[in-house]
C-alpha cells in the first residue's frame, strides 16, 4: 500500500522527499562517524598496562608520579593514550589490584583527580573549582590531611600543613597579588603555637612577628617589612628577645635588617 502511495506522489513532493532523504542520510553518518571518534578517546587506556608497586609511594611526598600531567601546578608534560592524548577518565592499578590513579584528562592534560595508596586509603584529590581557581588536598596513610591548598591560576593563596596526628602545623594566606604574605601562623605538635606572623599596615608592607617557646612562653617578638626590590622580609625597629621564663634576655635594634645596636640584660 505504501508503494502505490509513493508512486502516486507529485514530482514536487518526490524531489523533496529525496532531499531529505539526503540530509536524513548525511546527519546519520556524520553522527555515527562522531560517535566512533569519541569512542576512541573517551575510553581510552594508558600506553602500558603495567600494575605498580607500592614503590610509587615516597614516604614524605605520597604520590607524585602524575603531578606532571597537571599543567595549572606547574606540570609540562602530555599523557598519551594508545598514541592519542589522553581524553576523559583514566584508571591505573597497583600491583594488587587497587586503584592507584583515577583522573579526568583533556587533551593529555589531567582537569581533576585522584590518588590512592595500596590499601584503598585516599593520598590526595585535585578539583578544578573554576576557571581560575582550583584545591588539592594531601593525605596521610591513616586518613589525616596532610597538606591542604586553594590556588589562583596556579599560585597558593592559602596553604596549610597537618601533623599526622590531624594536628595544624602550618598555614599560611597570600596576598591575592601573590607577592607576600597576609598571615603565617605554625604550631608545635602538642599544639602550642610556635610562631604568628601578621600584615599590619598594607600600604608600608610592614608586619608583627612573634615567635614561642614550647611551653608557650613568647622567645622573641618585633616588626618585619617586606621589600619588593628582592622580594624578602626584614627585621626592622627593636626586637625583644626572652627565655622560658618570660625574662627579658636583649634587646636589638634592626634598620633594613641590619643590627644596629644590641643591649643585654
Known amino acids: 500500500m505504501f508503494f502505490i ?12 522527499t529525496k532531499i531529505n532523504c539526503f540530509f536524513i542520510t548525511i546527519y546519520c553518518a556524520f553522527t555515527l562517524a562522531n560517535c566512533i571518534a569519541q ?36 606540570g ?27 583522573g579526568f584528562y583533556i587533551e593529555g592534560i589531567l582537569n581533576s583527580y585522584k590518588n590512592f595508596y595500596p590499601d584503598g586509603t585516599l593520598e590526595r584529590e585535585f578539583k578544578n573549582k573554576s576557571l581560575v581557581k582550583s584545591e588539592l588536598t594531601t593525605y596521610h596513610p591513616n586518613g589525616n590531611i596532610r597538606t591542604k591548598g586553594v590556588f589562583v591560576e596556579g599560585s597558593s593563596l592559602i596553604y596549610e600543613e597537618y601533623y599526622e596526628t590531624g594536628q595544624l602545623e602550618y598555614m599560611e594566606e597570600n596576598h591575592k597579588s601573590m607577592e607576600y604574605y597576609v ?9 602550642t603555637q610556635e610562631s604568628i606572623l601578621l600584615l599590619t599596615n598594607p600600604k608600608k608592607l610592614t608586619f608583627s612577628k612573634v615567635e ?18 628582592n622580594m624578602d622580609y626584614y627585621k626592622s625597629g627593636k626586637w625583644s628577645y ?16 641590619k643590627s644596629i645596636k644590641t643591649i643585654n640584660y
Not at 502511495?5 to 514536487?12: A, D, K, Q, V
Not at 583514566?90 to 594488587?96: L, P, Q, S, T
Open 5 to 16: 502511495f509513493f508512486l502516486f506522489l507529485s514530482p514536487i513532493q518526490n524531489k523533496v
Open 39 to 74: 569512542g576512541k578517546t573517551v575510553f581510552k587506556k594508558p600506553e602500558d598496562t603495567v600494575r605498580y608497586s607500592d614503590t610509587v609511594v615516597n614516604i614524605n611526598y605520597g604520590v607524585r608520579m602524575f603531578d606532571k600531567y597537571n599543567n595549572i601546578l606547574g
Open 76 to 102: 609540562d608534560s602530555i599523557r598519551n593514550c594508545r598514541n592519542y592524548a589522553c581524553q576523559g577518565w583514566v584508571e591505573d592499578f597497583y600491583e594488587n589490584g587497587k586503584t592507584l590513579h583515577k
Open 183 to 191: 598571615s603565617t601562623k605554625s604550631f608545635y605538635s602538642t599544639g
Open 212 to 229: 614561642y617557646h614550647e611551653n608557650g612562653t613568647i622567645r622573641e617578638q618585633g616588626e618585619l617589612f617586606f621589600n619588593k626590590n
Open 242 to 257: 626572652f627565655d622560658e621564663t618570660s625574662k627579658l634576655t636583649h634587646e636589638t635594634l634592626y634598620e633594613n635588617g
